[in-house]
DNA sequence: ACGTTATATGTAAAGGTTTACATAGCATGG
DNA sequence: CCATGCTATGTAAACCTTTACATATAACGT
């Protein structure tokens, strides 16, 4: 029966002839009410249609049932992934999720908290190494955030993200594997901490080897394709080539192979690559990318997991959460051809 | 000064020295309240950081400030992008959204309708053709909507798109232009309506140029890369072969593709082929894919405020806005080789 | 100077829940 | 058979707003 207005809490106990409180219990604590009372209250439901009111819910439980994302930039397809696994884990436990983003703009992230401050979300996803927030935040009160990708800097907010230096390590363990020794890594320590922690995978491989990192053939970009193809021009200059490009990320080894390709050369004939993230055009490269994958979904659904404890027992059993990429290998890698000196 | 529980219109209301109506009209109908206590109100917000509960507004308003955003897979990287449109413009008008996918998973339908029945979200913008919501439907209270890409099949709503139509007949006119004149159409017009109607694009541009459609050479697929490659199969069986393969999306654009590279065929030196969409990885396919651009961000835009619009006025201006795409020319299409039968 | 109208503010109800506290019934143990 | 405690239910307050209605004050016309 649909009428026009919803019905509330107070036709299901008309209905059920019991008290509106009754209700919510025999709703919400099912085992503190007797069965036959209980039976009579689902079939009230049943018959009015009744859902309960999320908005009054939440003003009297004084918390929402929202959890709020906020990304740099939702267009990322970094991002549309680990969305699924956030909003899977979410909706699980009835929670919904809310997505903003900030595109780094200080006015956006003010907006943002005063969303928060506002009871709006019970709970806070961050992408990506910041609290949006500036210097706000010290005076803000934070509901119960999760950082992903990223510790938060400037907040002590526990985080899911990735193994980066294991990460690392089983890519420059590949191509030391394949025989190659002059591995050069295309990096960007500077903007984001994920990938200097790629950086000390590649030296901590390189040791590993016996080789160590050559520091003439350590250049670091910005994390961009036009950085991976600056770098090419910049080592053809010196006088020591790699035989293999290791790249911080899929973008700067995108680029790498533009700029290998625009000089003539084969991959993984001449020069292998290999890159990080797993970013979908990966595989539509030629050749296609070997890289290291990001479990995406996983890393969301570790996330919301993470937070929906935060929500209710108050404390972070963890303070960091770690999960293993894996090696996707493709076709960017081979050995080292002979003809190098 | 952030004490440990947020200020109230009360808290406010009292270092003003007024009542608490005064301040809510100081807030929501500025003119309706006297310039000096306008100030005395503003100046009490700014000291105790007051943020009006949005729980609270809403549960008296019986209308929240979110909009439901659902659709089938929200890993689609054109989900994505029209995300962004749809959030900047809710945002700038104080609505969040929400987001929600339904995995074609009926179950997960019913929770969202669920999830609107409680009235958690004033408005809802559904993807792709259909209401997920099965039969329900019919007995439930939706709020106002709009869908995106495609008319929503089981109900009266109104859409906002492509103008598919048009949108092909630009790329059959280039193929047209450069000299083809068999031209294939890899398409699936039963999947979705959006796609039956590119095929009616292409129709009309080759009716345009008295050429007409040759059906020897319209195959329908499933939209998929799979598809594609079939496609390029099942015409390398038959006697009449294209000169260029237009196809119905670029997913079954990267199939045909990939079928005419295995057969050992230079794109666009021996056959031309362009998609529709404009997906992220088109312009990394070797060559690069000349298609069709959806304005994804402004798709966004102009659902949201068509969505907004219904919102305050209750009655759709229009029931269908069709953007016009653009077409992006890249590397996949060149005139038709002499040597051709 | 007085009635009328416009303007500014206050009072209190309502919106739908949850839950502390009160109450009633009933079983248990001595 | 009574005191005690447990179980199931009900009553009413509280969460924070918005707004219809009431009231007070000022302005105005005659």
């Not at 990304?71 to 899977?88: R, T, V």
């Not at 956006?108 to 990506?128: D, H, M, P, V």
């Not at 005076?139 to 907040?155: D, I, K, Y």
């Not at 002059?182 to 030296?203: P, V």
Request: hydrophobic content about 40%; some cysteine; glycine content about 10%.
């Amino acid at each position: 029966m649909s009428n026009s207005t919803p019905a509330t809490i107070e036709d299901v106990a008309r209905i059920a002839n019991v008290s509106i409180a009754t209700v919510s219990r025999a709703i919400h604590m099912p085992e503190k009410v007797a069965n036959s009372t209980r039976l009579k209250v689902n079939q009230a439901i049943a018959v009015t249609g009744y859902t309960t009111n999320a908005m009054a819910r939440s003003l009297r439980l004084g918390r929402s049932n929202m959890i709020l994302v906020v990304a740099p930039d939702i267009g990322d397809p970094n991002f549309s992934n680990i969305l699924i696994g956030l909003e899977n884990e979410a909706r699980s436990h009835g929670y919904g999720i809310l997505i903003g983003h900030t595109q780094n703009d200080a006015q956006r992230g003010l907006e943002y908290l005063k969303f928060l401050n506002s009871n709006q979300a019970a709970g806070l996803i961050l992408f990506t190494g910041i609290l949006p927030f500036g210097h706000q935040t010290m005076t803000a009160r934070l509901p119960p955030s999760v950082g992903v990708f990223e510790p938060v800097f400037n907040g002590g907010i526990p985080y899911v993200g990735v193994d980066d230096i294991a990460g690392a390590r089983k890519a420059v363990d590949l191509l030391i594997a394949e025989g190659h020794r002059k591995i050069a890594f295309i990096g960007d320590s500077r903007t984001r901490l994920a990938y200097s922690r790629r950086r000390m995978g590649y030296e901590a491989g390189m040791d590993a080897a016996d080789i160590g990192a050559d520091l003439r053939i350590v250049f670091e970009g910005d994390g961009t394709i036009e950085s991976g193809r600056l770098a090419v021009e910049q080592l053809f200059m010196r006088d020591t080539l790699p035989t293999a490009f290791m790249c911080v990320n899929d973008q700067t080894a995108i680029g790498v192979m533009i700029g290998l390709k625009a000089r003539g050369y084969d991959i993984p004939g001449d020069f292998s690559v290999t890159g990080f993230d797993d970013v979908p055009q990966a595989v539509f490269m030629t050749p296609s990318l070997t890289t290291i994958r990001q479990p995406r979904t996983a890393i969301g659904k570790h996330a919301m997991a993470l937070l929906l404890e935060l929500l209710s027992d108050g404390q972070p059993t963890e303070t960091e959460i770690l999960l293993l990429p894996d090696l996707v290998v493709r076709n960017s890698v081979s050995a080292p051809s002979r003809i190098r000196r």
